[in-house]
């Protein structure tokens, strides 16, 4: 093992040796190298003041060498601030911005101790990040019925994890804290979970209320009391589009500092939260007893960054730092929220109005970008073909019953339509039943 990881180790089992038990085989032997071309330039930068030979970047008139066809397209903006390399962790000032924008929008944070956000190539990777530091093969992910499928592709196609589901819904239609525990308590022999609780859920669009976000901090606790290492994963995509009566914070804030055998990991970024995709800035965040602690452990997901990507596109850290610094932003980020809970407001409107109630139930919804229909009578994926080959419109079917709507994408006048056409489909679909 290089001597680099061995003493993140060390520092690991000194500050929680619990903390160093959740890490995989790869999160064991990951560091950063501090004697490299990184660590090298890093000092150059700071001390070669004649010339500084080191960084692979090419210079012209002392800015960074650039084609004027890209630069006309981005003139606002400084060259040094788009075409140098970020660094692995992210630029700096994104990162204090982030971590002020998180505490202001989680007061639970106040007073807790977690890390610096650490920049990422949005939520995919960090989530890829948080994989490879600590699931090993044979190690159990949990997460409920209801899921983004890409969870399986990181945890256990990559990483060779056993997933391990509970469904969503309580017989009350509210979160079933009860399945997490039981999921959670069955690893009793393995002594390690991890755990990863999506609000906004991707496919439902739900987030728990008050209640249940304490019964699912309660159900990791008795975990951990149990004696259960929990690396507890909060993916927050689409944190901030909460539009009822639910948790308007992540629960990272609650789980932070709950229990020695409990690592709080948030998951979040700018992607759909200021609806710039295609930007792709996400961000990993440590809660944790000490700064050492958190230093090893940003240190290791440094080390994951450089043998992966070496580090995110700066173009696009610099444009969410300018949006966060611009004295319109939350105004702007208001005006597309009533937007998005207008469109969620009709859907729940039309659904409730018992027009479709012999097509479909729907699962309770209160935020975020989709919702599921639960299919009564017919084939979710049927549905999805005749919907697209008949009516150009296109849903996600998820297993038999379910088709995932995103009213994220459909004005709110379009809303009526769109749900009269998928219940014409039904209908369609029905009736091709009978005449076979």
């Given at each position: 093992?290089?001597?680099?990881?061995?003493?993140?180790?060390?520092?690991?089992?000194?500050?929680?040796?619990?903390?160093?038990?959740?890490?995989?085989?790869?999160?064991?032997?990951?560091?950063?190298?501090?004697?490299?071309?990184?660590?090298?330039?890093?000092?150059?930068?700071?001390?070669?003041?004649?010339?500084?030979?080191?960084?692979?970047?090419?210079?012209?008139?002392?800015?960074?060498?650039?084609?004027?066809?890209?630069?006309?397209?981005?003139?606002?903006?400084?060259?040094?601030?788009?075409?140098?390399?970020?660094?692995?962790?992210?630029?700096?000032?994104?990162?204090?911005?982030?971590?002020?924008?998180?505490?202001?929008?989680?007061?639970?944070?106040?007073?807790?101790?977690?890390?610096?956000?650490?920049?990422?190539?949005?939520?995919?990777?960090?989530?890829?990040?948080?994989?490879?530091?600590?699931?090993d093969v044979g190690d159990s992910v949990i997460f409920p019925d209801k899921n983004w499928e890409n969870y399986e592709?990181?945890?256990?196609?990559?990483?060779?994890?056993?997933?391990?589901?509970?469904?969503?819904?309580?017989?009350?239609?509210?979160?079933?804290?009860?399945?997490?525990?039981?999921?959670?308590?069955?690893?009793?022999?393995?002594?390690?979970?991890?755990?990863?609780?999506?609000?906004?859920?991707?496919?439902?669009?739900?987030?728990?209320?008050?209640?249940?976000?304490?019964?699912?901090?309660?159900?990791?606790?008795?975990?951990?009391?149990?004696?259960?290492?929990?690396?507890?994963?909060?993916?927050?995509?689409?944190?901030?589009?909460?539009?009822?009566?639910?948790?308007?914070?992540?629960?990272?804030?609650?789980?932070?500092?709950?229990?020695?055998?409990?690592?709080?990991?948030?998951?979040?970024?700018?992607?759909?939260?200021?609806?710039?995709?295609?930007?792709?800035?996400?961000?990993?965040?440590?809660?944790?007893?000490?700064?050492?602690?958190?230093?090893?452990?940003?240190?290791?997901?440094?080390g994951i960054i450089r043998a992966t990507i070496s580090s995110g596109p700066h173009p696009s850290q610099t444009f969410?730092?300018?949006?966060?610094?611009?004295?319109?932003?939350?105004?702007?980020?208001?005006?597309?929220?009533?937007?998005?809970?207008?469109?969620?407001?009709?859907?729940?409107?039309?659904?409730?109005?018992?027009?479709?109630?012999?097509?479909?139930?729907?699962?309770?919804?209160?935020?975020?970008?989709?919702?599921?229909?639960?299919?009564?009578?017919?084939?979710?994926?049927?549905?999805?073909?005749?919907?697209?080959?008949?009516?150009?419109?296109?849903?996600?079917?998820?297993?038999?019953?379910?088709?995932?709507?995103?009213?994220?994408?459909?004005?709110?006048?379009?809303?009526?339509?769109?749900?009269?056409?998928?219940?014409?489909?039904?209908?369609?679909?029905?009736?091709?039943?009978?005449?076979?």
């Open positions: 093992m290089h001597p680099l990881a061995k003493q993140l180790n060390e520092t690991l089992q000194r500050e929680n040796p619990h903390v160093l038990d959740m890490l995989s085989k790869l999160g064991r032997e990951i560091y950063f190298p501090k004697v490299g071309i990184l660590s090298q330039g890093a000092e150059a930068k700071a001390k070669a003041k004649k010339f500084n030979a080191t960084i692979g970047i090419a210079l012209e008139n002392n800015e960074p060498m650039h084609l004027k066809v890209i630069q006309d397209t981005l003139s606002a903006y400084d060259p040094k601030d788009i075409y140098e390399y970020a660094p692995p962790a992210g630029k700096p000032e994104l990162r204090a911005a982030w971590r002020k924008k998180m505490l202001e929008e989680n007061p639970s944070l106040e007073g807790k101790k977690y890390g610096n956000p650490i920049a990422t190539n949005a939520l995919t990777h960090g989530l890829s990040i948080v994989a490879d530091l600590f699931a592709l990181t945890f256990s196609i990559r990483r060779g994890a056993e997933i391990v589901n509970f469904p969503l819904y309580n017989d009350k239609g509210t979160f079933n804290a009860d399945g997490l525990r039981d999921s959670l308590l069955s690893q009793k022999d393995k002594g390690k979970a991890i755990v990863v609780l999506n609000f906004p859920n991707n496919p439902t669009g739900y987030t728990p209320n008050a209640e249940e976000g304490r019964e699912i901090v309660q159900a990791i606790k008795d975990a951990a009391d149990a004696g259960i290492n929990v690396v507890a994963v909060t993916d927050d995509a689409y944190f901030s589009l909460f539009f009822e009566d639910s948790l308007h914070e992540s629960l990272f804030g609650s789980l932070c500092g709950l229990h020695p055998r409990v690592l709080p990991v948030k998951v979040d970024g700018a992607t759909k939260e200021e609806y710039i995709w295609g930007f792709r800035v996400g961000f990993v965040t440590y809660g944790g007893e000490s700064d050492a602690l958190l230093a090893a452990l940003e240190q290791k997901t440094m969410v730092l300018h949006a966060l610094n611009a004295p319109e932003f939350h105004a702007q980020k208001t005006e597309k929220f009533n937007i998005m809970k207008g469109r969620a407001n009709r859907v729940k409107q039309l659904l409730d109005s018992g027009k479709y109630d012999d097509a479909w139930d729907y699962y309770p919804f209160n935020s975020g970008y989709f919702m599921c229909l639960k299919l009564k009578t017919v084939d979710a994926e049927t549905l999805r073909l005749h919907l697209l080959d008949e009516y150009g419109v296109g849903t996600i079917a998820l297993g038999e019953t379910d088709l995932r709507v995103a009213f994220s994408c459909i004005e709110e006048e379009d809303i009526e339509e769109l749900y009269e056409l998928i219940y014409r489909g039904v209908k369609d679909v029905e009736n091709v039943a009978v005449k076979s």
